[in-house]
C-alpha cells in the first residue's frame, strides 16, 4: 500500500558487496515500474525502469527484475560504492490512463567503507 | 539544460496561513505533476496539470489547490495550513514519451 512507517527499513551493506532492494507493489493492473535514488534534501532520481512485458532489465551497474504473479519488484546494485547511500523507492504507473506514480515505501541502503 | 526548478526551496508558516509553491518543468515537458512527501515516507500523488487544466487528483483535501500558465510552469496553494502539512513538496514534469523529472522539492514547515 502506499502508507509507511516513520522508520524506514535499512540494509547496511559493505564497500564492493552487491545489493538487493526489494519492493511489493499494489495494483495489479500496473503496467510500468521505476526506481527511484533520493538523497538527502534533493528529489527522487531516476534510476531504472521496466515495462510488465519484461521480467528483467539492466543498465549501468543496476538490474531490476520483476515478478508480476507475487508483484514483486527487486533492484540489485553491483559493486555497491559509498555514492549509493540514499533511500531507494519503487514507484508504479499504469501507461494508458492513470497519469500518476504510486510509491512503494523506502529503503535506505548505508554502504560501509 | 535546466531541470526542473521549485521555489522557494525552504518555508517556514504558521497555522491557518496560505502558502504558494512555484515549479518550473524541464525544458520541452508540458504537464507538471504535484506530491507531497513527509519525513520518512514516500511521495504522494496531490494532482497533475496539463494543458493548464487539473488532468487528475490524489487524495488531498481541498485546500490544496493548483494551477498551470500557457508556459507550463505551475504553482501549489494550500489555504488553512496545519501542522500535519509540513512536508517536502515535490514537482516533477513529464511529456508524452518521456519519464518523469523531480525538482529537489520545497521543505515546508507549518508552527
Known amino acids: 500500500g502506499e502508507s509507511v512507517g516513520l522508520h524506514l527499513p535499512t540494509l547496511s551493506v559493505q564497500e564492493g558487496d552487491n545489493s538487493i532492494i526489494n519492493c511489493a507493489y499494489s495494483?495489479?493492473?500496473?503496467?510500468?515500474f521505476i526506481w527511484y535514488k533520493q538523497e538527502s534534501g534533493k528529489g527522487p532520481q531516476f534510476i531504472i525502469d521496466i515495462r510488465s512485458n519484461m521480467d528483467k532489465r539492466q543498465g549501468q551497474r543496476v538490474t531490476v527484475l520483476l515478478n508480476k504473479t507475487v508483484k514483486h519488484l527487486s533492484l540489485q546494485i553491483a559493486a555497491t560504492q559509498p555514492g549509493d547511500s540514499a533511500v531507494y523507492f519503487c514507484?508504479?504507473?499504469?501507461?494508458?490512463?492513470?497519469?500518476?506514480?504510486?510509491f512503494g515505501s523506502g529503503t535506505r541502503l548505508l554502504v560501509r567503507p | 539544460d535546466a531541470g526542473v526548478t521549485q521555489s522557494p526551496t525552504h518555508l517556514i508558516k504558521t497555522r491557518g496561513q496560505q502558502v504558494t509553491l512555484r515549479c518550473s518543468p524541464k525544458s520541452g515537458h508540458d504537464t507538471v505533476s504535484w506530491y507531497q512527501q513527509a519525513l520518512g515516507q514516500g511521495p504522494q500523488f496531490i494532482f497533475q496539470?496539463?494543458?493548464?487544466?487539473?488532468?487528475q487528483r490524489g487524495n488531498f483535501p481541498d485546500r490544496f489547490s493548483g494551477h498551470q500558465f500557457p508556459n507550463y510552469s505551475s504553482e501549489l496553494n494550500v489555504n488553512a495550513l496545519l501542522l500535519g502539512d509540513s512536508a517536502l513538496y515535490l514537482c516533477a514534469s513529464s511529456s508524452t514519451g518521456n519519464g518523469y523529472t523531480f525538482g529537489s522539492g520545497t521543505r515546508l514547515t507549518v508552527v
Open positions: 514507484a508504479e504507473d499504469t501507461m494508458d490512463s492513470s497519469y500518476k506514480l504510486i
Open positions: 495494483n495489479s493492473a500496473s503496467d510500468y
Open positions: 496539470y496539463y494543458e493548464e487544466e487539473e488532468r
